[in-house]
Nanobody, 115 residues
Framework: QVQLVESGGGLVQAGGSLRLSCAAS????????MAWYRQAPGRQREFVAI???????NYHERVKGRFTISRDSAGHAVYLQMNSLKPEDTAVYYC?????????WGQGTQVTVSS
């Protein structure tokens, strides 16, 4: 059974940085697309960034230039480097991975940015 486990969340001051990691287990082959989503209190889950298996990336406008998504060469882990964090980045961050038509989610990691 495929599992995604996020780590790296925490409390940081505005302007600071965090690096999120997501490791997959239970899959013998790499994933196609790997992405990060986030959900702030009282809001819907929203897309943050995605990296495809060839390495093409795309970002939500609000994080472009501040966040960088990357993946390992085997397609079993995805990372999110978050710089210049703002209080509005506070949310639970979820890892997402797709293999063919199958979609998997992690349990989430809390990121809190204080002003």
């Amino acid at each position: 059974q495929v599992q995604l486990v996020e780590s790296g969340g925490g409390l940081v001051q505005a302007g600071g940085s965090l690096r999120l990691s997501c490791a997959a287990s239970g899959s013998t082959s790499g994933f196609d697309d790997m992405a990060w989503y986030r959900q702030a209190p009282g809001r819907q889950r929203e897309f943050v960034a995605i990296v495809t298996s060839p390495g093409v990336t795309n970002y939500h406008e609000r994080v472009k230039g501040r966040f960088t998504i990357s993946r390992d060469s085997a397609g079993h882990a995805v990372y999110l480097q978050m710089n210049s964090l703002k209080p509005e980045d506070t949310a639970v961050y979820y890892c997402n991975a797709r293999k063919l038509v199958n979609l998997y989610w992690g349990q989430g990691t809390q990121v809190t940015v204080s002003s």
